[in-house]
């Protein structure tokens, strides 16, 4: 399976904007589903949203209206556009295959996503 790294988060103040972007090591173009998920202390890692071939996308209601997914076969990344961004918006933010990503996906570090004054 391909691996998968993360980077682009930071400290962001409330209402201002991140692109996460997802490196892959390999193609994803035979990937149908992708996603992005986020986990924060003491939750379970929660989907953010997802992007198919197909161009079906699916996104989390808290961040619905206001973040854009994006899946680019020709260079195997995967972006995360967040706008308007909350503090409820932080977390470490995480790229992978599938929705549900199966339980043996191999996760990449993560990219840190602080939404703070």
């Known amino acids: 399976q391909v691996q998968l790294v993360e980077s682009g988060g930071g400290l962001v103040q409330p209402g201002g904007s991140l692109r996460l972007s997802c490196q892959a090591s390999?193609?994803?173009?035979?990937?149908?589903?992708m996603g992005w998920y986020r986990q924060t202390p003491g939750k379970q890692r929660e989907l953010v949203a997802t992007?198919?071939?197909?161009?079906?996308?699916i996104f989390a209601d808290s961040v619905r209206g206001r973040s854009i997914i994006t899946k680019h076969n020709r260079n195997n990344t995967l972006s995360l556009q967040m706008n308007d961004m909350r503090p409820e918006d932080t977390g470490v933010y995480y790229c992978?295959?599938?929705?549900?990503?199966?339980?043996?996906?191999?996760w990449g570090p993560g990219t840190r996503v602080t939404v703070s004054e």
């Open positions: 992978a295959p599938g929705d549900p990503p199966s339980a043996d996906v191999s």
């Open positions: 390999g193609s994803i173009f035979s990937i149908n589903v």
């Open positions: 992007i198919t071939n197909g161009g079906r996308l």
